[in-house]
């Protein structure tokens, strides 16, 4: 059973930096996905942020990117993401989602990743 096991987060003041990582162990996928949403209080959705497939391909949303930076760990299947220039807009639970396959295939689409960390706070202070 793949496990999905994330750290870092924090508070920050507005215009400073947080990174977090992602690590996934416990599959034999060949090809997958890995994704970071964040989903803030009262809101039922996980907003879709950053994609990362295993062949190094990344996406980000247009509120982050520039901003933020996937990259791979030391581990083959770690991820971190940095998180620059933060704003109180990006405040909130991030995740971190698993699934087989291409990223192209799920985007940020939440429901269709099958295996998630435990998340983790990210408060941005003005």
């Known amino acids: 059973q793949a496990q999905v096991v994330q750290s870092g987060g924090g508070s920050v003041q507005a215009g400073g930096s947080l990174t977090l990582g992602c690590a996934a162990s416990?599959?034999?996928?060949?090809?997958?996905?890995m994704a970071w949403f964040r989903q803030t209080p009262g809101n039922d959705r996980r907003e879709g942020v950053a994609?990362?497939?295993?062949?190094?391909?990344?996406s980000y949303i247009d509120l982050v990117r520039g901003r933020f930076t996937l990259s791979k760990g030391i581990a083959q299947d770690a991820l971190y993401l940095q998180m620059n220039d933060l704003k109180p807009e990006d405040t909130a639970m991030y995740y971190c989602?698993?699934?087989?396959?291409?990223?192209?295939?799920?985007?940020?689409?939440?429901?269709?990743?099958?295996?998630w960390s435990q998340g983790t706070q990210v408060t941005v202070s003005s």
């Open positions: 989602a698993l699934v087989s396959g291409e990223c192209t295939m799920y985007k940020y689409g939440s429901w269709k990743y099958d295996h």
């Open positions: 416990g599959f034999t996928y060949s090809r997958y996905c």
């Open positions: 994609t990362f497939d295993n062949v190094g391909y990344a």
